[in-house]
């Protein structure tokens, strides 16, 4: 979890100093469901992100340096400079790919899925989506199909209230998108989001099922992003208010960190002095990932149609 928010934290800095190009979307707040999920899950099992997906890999366990050199655009990224923010993929972690196009990584790990049943390899993969991608036709579409053939995927949603500005209570006819799993014959499960406990238990019950050949698992997991949706250069992204002091002062109390923190020093996990060293190891292993960005060099132009389907219009 300390990876992804002091990762963020630093991409912030850097985009708003100009040194990453485009908008970027950022986890901050909602490290302990991509934390939890990721360690339920084998190296070699499949994770299909979307565009706030910076923390995806890392709860993988991917190297930072080039993840971070992604984000730079810079020819050592995961993606060699040619993704950006929200297209990272890390195969090496079984990061399948992210993608800005709401809902399209649920019909990818679905094929993900039956390649490993085709295959009879225990794998499993686990895409993640927000609340509002559970209004698109995708999110049905591949629920249905992944239950017809019973296939080892596990549907996370990102619960985090709202699509951009829009509160999922206004454009949602039901209160919880578990529930939606009904239909489908695809048992769900409601989870706290900001108790990385409850989310690794409850993702690791629906790999259990999705190894067993019992099909997929619909998870709702409920968190809140503590940024907006994107950032853009310092420039507010909704000219209007569309969260309420309160409400984000009452998520900013339950910060997953913050939380897990008091929990693992409470129950003597951990000392205050090693969460401390903890939080310095990882502030020293996100600073190099920044040197390493910094340092790499752009894309040599001569590659921009390398690695797409398609071919350079004769000019």
Known sequence: MLRIRIFDEQALRLFNEGKIPGGIHLTIGQEAEVAGSGLALNPDDYTLGNHRSHGHPIGRGADLNPLMAELFGKATGVCRGHGGSMHLADFSVGSLGESGIVGAGMPIAVGAGLSAQLRGSDQ??????????????????????????????????????????????????????????????????????????????????????????????????????????????????????????????????????????????????????RVDTITEEVTAEVAEAVRFAEQSPLPDVSSAYEDLYANPIPV
């Open 124 to 273: 499993v993969a686990l895409t993640y989506f927000g609340d509002g991608a559970a209004n698109n036709g995708l999110f049905h579409e591949s629920l249905n199909l992944a239950s017809v053939w019973k296939l080892p995927v596990i549907f996370l949603c990102e619960n985090n209230g709202y699509g951009v500005t829009t509160p999922a209570a206004e454009v949602t006819a039901v209160e919880d998108i578990g529930v939606r799993g009904v239909a489908y014959d695809v048992p769900y499960e409601i989870v706290d989001g900001q108790d990385v406990q409850a989310v690794f238990e409850a993702t690791t019950r629906a790999v259990e099922r999705a190894r067993a050949g019992e099909g997929p698992t619909l998870l709702d997991v409920k968190t809140y992003r503590y940024r907006h949706h994107a950032e853009f250069g310092g420039v507010e992204f909704s000219l209007a208010p569309y969260r309420t002091d309160e409400e984000v002062q009452a998520w900013l109390a339950r910060d997953p960190i913050k939380l897990f923190t008091e929990k693992v020093i409470k129950t003597g996990a951990l000392s205050a002095a």
